[in-house]
């Protein structure tokens, strides 16, 4: 029975010490570095595939002037009574 459980134990610590660091890094942390080609993410990607400007009418273009625009105000204050709307009458249907 101590042989069995014994060779339980073993079986149990070599599959347990596959998962363990073999050693420590000199960074630190455990981190793979065998990527060959590294690949570029979304924004980095984007920004090196967009359309270059390549004429001169292109690169010295003026940016677009538009035309100012004012906010109406969203509340008028008065000193006025308020006014309070009323429901609109029923009609009857004859």
Same mark, same amino acid.
């Given at each position: 029975?101590?042989?069995?459980?014994?060779?339980?134990?073993?079986?149990?610590?070599?599959?347990?010490?596959?998962?363990? #660091?073999?050693?420590?890094? =000199?960074?630190?942390?455990?981190?793979?570095?065998? @990527?060959?080609?590294?690949?570029? !993410?979304? +924004?980095?990607?984007?920004?090196?595939?967009?359309?270059?400007?390549?004429?001169?009418?292109?690169?010295?273009?003026?940016?677009?002037?538009? #035309?100012?625009?004012?906010? =109406?105000?969203?509340?008028?204050?008065?000193?006025? @009574?308020?006014?309070?709307?009323? !429901?609109? +009458?029923?009609?009857?249907?004859?």
């Amino acid at each position: 029975m101590k042989f069995l459980g014994v060779t339980v134990l073993l079986a149990v610590s070599s599959s347990v010490m596959a998962f363990v #660091p073999s050693s420590p890094s =000199p960074f630190g942390v455990g981190v793979c570095l065998s @990527a060959k080609h590294v690949q570029k !993410k979304a +924004a980095k990607r984007m920004h090196h595939r967009r359309p270059k400007k390549s004429r001169p009418s292109d690169i010295n273009r003026k940016p677009t002037d538009y #035309p100012t625009f004012e906010k =109406p105000p969203e509340y008028t204050i008065s000193d006025a @009574a308020p006014v309070l709307a009323s !429901k609109p +009458a029923a009609v009857a249907e004859e």
